[in-house]
């Protein structure tokens, strides 16, 4: 029953995974699975409040400490850039270290980066904070799955609590962007205070997991050498399934980011919608993406997650293409539902959790490794986006663009049907 939830395996490691299912000294189901995955959620949400904690303070921050445009894009763009580079190497770490200790440690240094922020005095300082987030988040981005790969043997389950936990940064995000200028600066009076009272949170965050992983019985899945699982990188990428999940987390981050990022200026410039107008629409578009993050990857069966995922990129391109085409007061709606396309990302991390060279044992690594190359989509889809809009074709060219390589995902998608399709 194992190996089919995390894929068919070699029929040595499905005799030692059996051998793990059936050990009668550890429940597969501890209810305390949910207490758990609510102290995962709490630290994701302070996790996508700190990604947000500066975009809505932009003026006043380059304001006090003197940064022009460029410099602020570098600053911002900093975490990116490192969160490529030590995604792959906070993943085998967090192997080693343990899901409870590995997320303690990005809690950490996520505090870190928050607090020295508010202290940056000029742009090296303010960079260099700002950087430190992409030592800290991979942890974070890695340990969820492996958490839930490890407490969560149900499939069903599974993809509900991944549902529940890839929604949490956007939500902590959307929060971030509605309160910072509405609700904490005015009480503030200040930026860097503002920045110090939402990293408090990750304090908060950390001192609740911290007392709910202290109160932890044994997992239902040992993650020990001997259940099988190799943790050498050569190993996972030698796999045709694990690459094709890799290239679409690639295409679904350029997409994400490069949408998420731009769409409340398309809606302010090319639709002519207020910027208060544009952001409510873009948060409503954000809700639908919660709820279809909960919903769907539950009631997807491992052999229709390729199709699945297809439906999604195909109404990710018609909802851009209907942004171009349509009247620019209807706009709106499909700004709304193009959100669904959240969806997306919890289905791939499904079928990576659920790859054959994935196991608990080196779900780290392979998360890891794979939001290290999504990252890479991550910090070229903005850049396209602005690049391309800021040529003749304006935002209607960007669009068409994205739609595009909705489009062209489909046939990796297809390949990767091969591998799910069977159970």
């Not at 949408?259 to 200026?265: K, V």
């Amino acid at each position: 029953m194992l190996a089919q939830n995390w894929g068919p395996g070699a029929a040595s490691e499905r005799a030692s995974w059996e051998h793990v299912l059936v050990a009668p000294v550890v429940d597969s189901h501890p209810p305390y699975r949910w207490v758990l995955l609510g102290g995962v959620c709490a630290i994701y949400f302070t996790f996508g409040v700190l990604v947000m904690s500066i975009p809505p303070l932009v003026g006043e921050v380059r304001a006090d400490l003197g940064l022009s445009r460029s410099g602020m894009g570098l600053a911002l763009g900093a975490w990116q850039l490192i969160y490529i580079a030590s995604s792959p190497f906070c993943g085998k770490l967090l192997d080693r270290l343990g899901v409870g200790q590995g997320i303690a440690l990005g809690s950490l240094v996520m505090i870190a980066s928050g607090f020295l922020r508010a202290l940056a005095g000029g742009l090296g300082s303010f960079w260099l904070a700002v950087a430190l987030f992409g030592v800290g988040g991979p942890l974070i981005s890695a340990g969820a799955p492996k958490f839930v790969g490890q407490w969560f043997t149900n499939k069903r389950e599974r993809r509900l609590a991944i549902g529940i936990y890839t929604a949490m940064p956007a939500v902590g995000g959307t929060a971030t962007l509605v309160l910072s200028n509405s609700v904490l600066m005015p009480l503030t009076g200040s930026w860097r205070t503002t920045v110090v009272v939402e990293t408090a949170l990750i304090v908060l965050a950390l001192t609740a997991w911290l007392v709910i992983w202290s109160r932890r019985p044994e997992p239902p899945l040992s993650t020990e050498a001997e259940v099988g699982g190799s943790d050498r990188p050569k190993t996972l990428l030698a796999s045709a399934e694990f690459r094709i999940i890799l290239l679409l987390g690639l295409g679904i981050f350029f997409v994400f980011h490069g949408l998420g990022g731009w769409m409340p200026e398309v809606l302010r410039e090319h639709s002519g919608f207020s910027p208060m107008a544009a952001a409510n629409w873009v948060a409503v578009g954000g809700l639908v993406g919660v709820v279809t993050s909960l919903i769907v990857p539950r009631r997807t069966e491992r052999r229709h997650l390729a199709t699945t995922m297809a439906c999604f990129l195909a109404l990710a391109a018609l909802a851009a293409l209907a942004v171009v085409l349509l009247p620019t007061s209807l706009d709106p709606i499909p700004v709304v539902i193009g959100g669904a396309r959240t969806a997306l990302m919890p289905l791939i991390l499904v079928a990576l959790l659920e790859s054959e060279p994935v196991t608990p044992r080196n779900a780290g690594l392979a998360s890891g490794l794979w939001f290290g190359i999504a990252e890479v989509g991550g910090v070229a889809g903005p850049l396209v986006v602005g690049w391309v809009a800021d040529t003749s074709m304006g935002f209607s060219g960007a669009l068409v663009l994205m739609a595009t390589v909705c489009v062209a995902m489909i046939f990796p998608v297809s390949r990767l049907h091969r591998f799910v399709g069977r159970e």
